[in-house]
């Protein structure tokens, strides 16, 4: 029987004989990339990344597009291979520079696995350079693509990500939050290594509450699993955690502090000795700075200085200045070659477009004489057949023409259809409050506004009178083209109760617009109207007041949530037909405010289809008030997607964030 290192062995050595007489580069480039993959050593794989590199260029050369396709998908893959290199020799300028020219050769090939890999690797380039809002911005890009593709792998890595940001920043709700998410994925789809990790980072954030056992559980595990898949890395950090939990129990005397010393002391020596050997500095400067601490903790003065000198010596080849500007010029240099590239591509485009409709002229005037030409060779022919058939070829070409006739008909009316509601998109869109007019009267605001179809039942609109602003956020009875409709009349009610009847106060304006809807639309019974929320600024106070019809606003102040008063009725006929409530709430600097829709909480999806519901809803909208606008706005929409996956949206979305 013959083992599996040998298996391993023998399929390199017959992909390397298959590399030796191939003559072909496609081919080429797929053996290469098979060798790069199952060669763990250091030293040799990046001679063949070399050599794919050499043939990759030569292959985008080709005029076959798929070849040359086929090149730059080389060409972007070995980039990437070179950023890792230079990442573990600690020289960062040519990391990033690198990763840069994979994630622009991603982008014009439309690989948005490889797009999401290239972000997630400049975002850990950020990270280890402590430009964490850099870092968080990459991390979310790369999670948002990952999940509009369905790709667990790489949604998990993302989520690990973002733990280990949050934990850097000492947020341990929210690193406990995204490294957990990214454990049950590994789980569900068996990826060990990722989940040897997670173990890791969730064993730093116990170890950080002070949760000694539980720590050492996770990073134990993490260490085995790690063992058990043959993960070098992995296996050297786990070592480290374990060695930092130890020193740290005995500079508190919690224990054997003899024992937990020589503990602590095996494990460093174990990772510097794993660290050494992969050439990773990180892990060799972390290491370097706790044998520091263990000699110092042991008397051994002379060589806890040793030691750190050299854990000073690695820190700074990580980061240092010149990295840092480096990582600057990285950033804005792939930012104008993807200008530059967008630029290109649409110049090419367009000649290619006048090419095309040349050769098709000439194509065309070919086509012409050639079939004049038959019509003269054949003319006695077909006249001759004509007459024989000319009775059944006229039934045949009536019936052909009043199917075509018909079918016209259903393009033009579906054509109408599609371009009139698309027209009335514009006019609903038109309606509804404008960026710029939010800004000016709400400076820092979010919207995430996810209409079910082309047009919504769903509208948010702003006015001002006075020195009052008035903001409203509803969901119109249906939606679709019946919503719209809806959302139209309601607008309209909305704006002649405040700036033609000069009626104030929220519940006020809800009872008028009632009064309206009744009076106009409620015929037999029908419950037409909107639920929603309106709120009244006034610019000199601190107060704002409002009225609610079955929609609750949420309010966070000093890091509490919590859910503001709402009416139980709709503003149109409903079981109740009490006047609305005018509700007052003071706000203070900082404080956050949201409005919502029904459509996020009622949207199935998940492992079991279940509905999403309000208190996961709040719940998640505390978990990340502390990003900026743009960021939150960002997570909602990455959720919304990755909970609802393949299952259909049930309705219209609408949620707003303010802070003042």
């Given at each position: 029987m013959v083992s599996s290192q040998l298996a391993f062995t023998q399929n390199i050595d017959s992909l390397k004989k298959e590399l030796a007489v191939c003559n072909n580069d496609t081919n080429k480039v797929n053996i290469l990339l098979q060798l790069i993959e199952i060669i763990t050593d250091d030293n040799v794989w990046p001679k063949y990344n070399d050599q794919m590199l050499h043939v990759s260029e030569k292959l985008i050369e080709s005029d076959n597009a798929l070849i040359r396709r086929k090149g730059q998908k080389g060409l972007a893959d070995a980039y990437n291979n070179?950023?890792?290199?230079?990442?573990?020799?600690?020289?960062?300028?040519?990391?990033?520079?690198?990763?840069?020219?994979?994630?622009?050769?991603?982008?014009?090939?439309?690989d948005k696995v490889g797009v999401a890999e290239s972000m997630s690797n400049i975002g850990v380039i950020y990270y280890f350079q402590n430009e964490l809002s850099k870092a968080l911005d990459?991390?979310?890009?790369?999670?948002?693509?990952?999940?509009?593709?369905?790709?667990?792998?790489?949604?998990?890595?993302?989520?690990?990500?973002?733990?280990?940001?949050?934990?850097?920043?000492?947020?341990?709700?929210?690193?406990?939050?995204?490294?957990?998410?990214?454990?049950?994925?590994?789980?569900?789809?068996?990826?060990?290594?990722?989940?040897?990790?997670?173990?890791?980072?969730?064993?730093?954030?116990?170890?950080?509450?002070?949760?000694?056992?539980?720590?050492?559980?996770?990073y134990f595990k993490s260490k085995q699993m790690s063992q058990k898949i043959g993960d070098s890395q992995g296996l050297a950090a786990s070592m480290h955690n374990i060695a930092s939990v130890y020193i740290k129990s005995a500079l508190r005397n919690?224990?054997?502090?003899?024992?937990?010393?020589?503990?602590?002391?095996?494990?460093?020596?174990?990772?510097?000795?794993?660290?050494?050997?992969?050439?990773?500095?990180?892990?060799?400067?972390?290491?370097?700075?706790?044998?520091?601490?263990?000699?110092?903790?042991?008397?051994?003065?002379?060589?806890?200085?040793?030691?750190?000198?050299?854990?000073?010596?690695?820190?700074?080849?990580?980061?240092?200045?010149?990295?840092?500007?480096?990582?600057?010029?990285?950033?804005?240099?792939?930012?104008?070659?993807?200008?530059?590239?967008?630029?290109?591509?649409?110049?090419?485009?367009?000649?290619?477009?006048?090419?095309?409709?040349s050769k098709m002229q000439q194509l065309i005037i070919f086509c012409?004489?050639?079939?004049?030409?038959?019509?003269?060779?054949?003319?006695?022919?077909?006249?001759r057949s004509l007459l024989k058939n000319r009775k059944a070829n006229l039934i045949i070409s009536n019936q052909k023409k009043l199917v075509e006739d018909k079918n016209l008909i259903i393009e033009i009316k579906q054509k109408e259809i599609i371009d009139s509601i698309n027209y009335a998109k514009r006019i609903q869109y038109s309606l509804l409050a404008h960026h710029d007019y939010l800004k000016q009267h709400l400076p820092n605001h979010f919207i995430y506004f996810n209409p079910k179809d082309i047009v919504s039942g769903d509208f948010y609109w702003a006015t001002k009178k006075d020195d009052k602003f008035y903001l409203a956020v509803c969901d119109s009875t249906g939606h679709g083209v019946p919503g719209a409709f809806m959302s139209l009349l309601n607008i309209g009610y909305l704006s002649e109760a405040i700036n033609e009847k000069d009626i104030e106060k929220p519940n006020e304006i809800f009872n008028y617009v009632r009064t309206r809807?009744?009076?106009?639309?409620?015929?037999?019974?029908?419950?037409?109207?909107?639920?929603?929320?309106?709120?009244?600024?006034?610019?000199?106070?601190?107060?704002?007041?409002?009225?609610?019809?079955?929609?609750?606003?949420?309010?966070?102040?000093?890091?509490?949530?919590?859910?503001?008063?709402?009416?139980?009725?709709?503003?149109?006929?409903?079981?109740?037909?009490?006047?609305?409530?005018?509700?007052?709430?003071?706000?203070?600097?900082?404080?956050?405010?949201?409005?919502?829709?029904?459509?996020?909480?009622?949207?199935?999806?998940?492992?079991?289809?279940?509905?999403?519901?309000?208190?996961?809803?709040?719940?998640?909208?505390?978990?990340?008030?502390?990003?900026?606008?743009?960021?939150q706005q960002e997570i909602l929409s990455s959720n919304f997607e990755f909970w609802k996956g393949e299952l259909e949206q049930v309705d219209d979305v609408c949620v707003i964030g303010i802070k003042f």
């Open positions: 070179i950023g890792f290199i230079y990442n573990n020799q600690g020289d960062i300028p040519n990391a990033l520079e690198n990763f840069r020219k994979s994630l622009s050769m991603q982008e014009k090939l439309g990459y991390y979310l890009k790369s999670l948002k693509i990952r999940e509009s593709i369905g790709d667990k792998d790489g949604i998990a890595n993302s989520l690990n990500n973002i733990g280990n940001l949050f934990y850097t920043q000492n947020n341990m709700t929210r690193a406990l939050y995204y490294s957990t998410r990214s454990l049950k994925i590994q789980e569900e789809i068996g990826d060990y290594e990722g989940m040897a990790y997670s173990l890791n980072n969730l064993g730093g954030i116990y170890f950080y509450k002070g949760e000694i056992a539980k720590a050492l559980e996770y919690q224990g054997d502090r003899k024992k937990q010393l020589l503990l602590a002391q095996a494990y460093t020596d174990s990772s510097l000795t794993l660290s050494r050997q992969l050439g990773f500095p990180a892990n060799i400067r972390n290491a370097e700075r706790l044998l520091s601490r263990i000699d110092s903790a042991n008397g051994r003065f002379a060589d806890a200085w040793e030691h750190y000198k050299q854990y000073i010596i690695y820190k700074d080849s990580i980061n240092n200045e010149a990295n840092h500007q480096a990582s600057i010029k990285s950033h804005l240099k792939y930012v104008f070659e993807k200008k530059e590239a967008i630029l290109k591509e649409q110049i090419d485009k367009e000649r290619i477009i006048v090419e095309e409709k012409v004489a050639a079939g004049l030409a038959l019509v003269l060779v054949f003319s006695l022919f077909i006249y809807l009744i009076e106009n639309i409620s015929k037999d019974g029908q419950k037409d109207g909107f639920d929603g929320i309106l709120i009244c600024f006034d610019k000199g106070s601190n107060q704002l007041t409002y009225a609610a019809a079955n929609n609750k606003p949420v309010l966070i102040h000093d890091n509490l949530v919590k859910e503001l008063e709402a009416d139980r009725m709709p503003v149109g006929i409903g079981e109740k037909k009490d006047n609305f409530n005018l509700y007052t709430v003071n706000v203070s600097s900082g404080d956050l405010l949201y409005l919502y829709t029904d459509g996020y909480a009622d949207q199935f999806g998940g492992p079991k289809g279940k509905k999403f519901k309000y208190k996961s809803l709040n719940e998640l909208i505390n978990t990340n008030h502390h990003f900026t606008l743009t960021q």
